[in-house]
């Protein structure tokens, strides 16, 4: 049975990458002055770095243009992620980011069962507290009782950290969980921390090759285009039932591409 959802944010509770934080991060670079701009290509392809900081910085080593010298590319890094955050706080107000289709239903269900709920994502409190705010509202928190984000870990994922800080808060056991995420090294991270993940494939990981998986699909809103299948046919969402049956077989790891 499962005791507890241990929620990524950006991807799985919302498409919060191309028009949020890479927008943000456009932004910044302007207010800065500086002549950089990521198309979502490029920012497809930096997302396999996590962090925004992290992102800057693996950015800056590929340019001719960035600062020399390890302090002031940092220097820069955090200025820009400062500026881009605020940015990011504005976009999800307005024109704002959706919960993605399925998420509002599951939370609710998971609630009204009696199921604990914790979010667990390396990305900043500051991003995760103004999506959420303006997503569920200003007592959002009530909803998870416990909260992980990027201050509170050394290594981001793919490392197993923010998912082994939760097990602790909740007194958990990695089989009594079930992470939700959306990315191969959110997956990875779950998976390191040996807490079965279901993968419910977003934007820019739509083809990606995801490892280890008890079950990976197009969304919470649909059971159709999961695999496995789900046991009660393809109408309708992805509920605590189709969770528990994947859970039940988690020993059954797959590769999914
Ligand atoms: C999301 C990330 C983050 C965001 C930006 O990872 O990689 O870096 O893109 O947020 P996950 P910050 O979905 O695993 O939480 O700028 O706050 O890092
Ligand atoms: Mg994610």
């Known amino acids: 049975m499962i005791q507890a959802l241990l929620w990524d944010v950006d991807g799985t509770l919302a498409e919060t990458e191309r028009d949020g934080h890479r927008v943000a991060f456009n932004r910044a670079f302007d207010d800065l002055g500086l002549r950089w701009c990521w198309d979502e290509a490029r920012y497809g392809e930096l997302l396999r770095v996590t962090g925004g900081r992290e992102r800057l910085l693996a950015d800056m080593a590929t340019r001719g243009d ?3 010298g390890a302090a ?6 955090r200025d820009i992620h400062a500026c881009k955050n605020r940015h990011y706080a504005a976009l999800v107000l307005d024109p704002g980011i959706a919960l993605r289709e399925g998420v509002q239903a599951l939370l609710d269900e998971a609630r009204a069962r009696g ?22 509202g200003r007592r959002w928190q ?3 009782e416990v909260v992980v984000c990027g201050e509170d870990v050394r290594d981001k994922k793919p490392a197993p950290e923010a998912h082994e800080r939760a097990l602790a808060a909740l007194r958990l056991s990695p089989l009594e969980c079930l992470a939700i995420e959306d990315s191969p090294g959110g997956a990875a991270a779950a998976r390191a921390a040996e807490v079965p993940v ?4 977003s934007h820019y990981f739509a083809d990606a090759a995801v490892d280890g ?3 990976i699909g197009p969304g919470l809103h ?5 695999r496995p299948a789900c046991e009660h046919g393809d109408d309708g969402a992805v509920g605590l039932r189709e969770l528990e049956a994947w859970h039940a077989s988690a020993d059954c790891v797959s590769s999914f591409d």
Not at 72 to 77: D, K, M, P, V, Y
């Open 66 to 68: 960035a600062p020399v």
């Open 72 to 77: 002031a590319r940092e220097a820069l890094a």
């Open 115 to 136: 199921l604990r709920q914790a979010i667990v994502t390396t990305t900043s409190r500051d991003n995760v507290e103004s999506l959420m705010r303006s997503t569920l």
């Open 142 to 144: 009530d909803g998870f």
């Open 198 to 201: 279901v993968v419910t494939r």
């Open 213 to 215: 998986a008890i079950a």
């Open 222 to 226: 649909a059971r159709r285009g999961w």
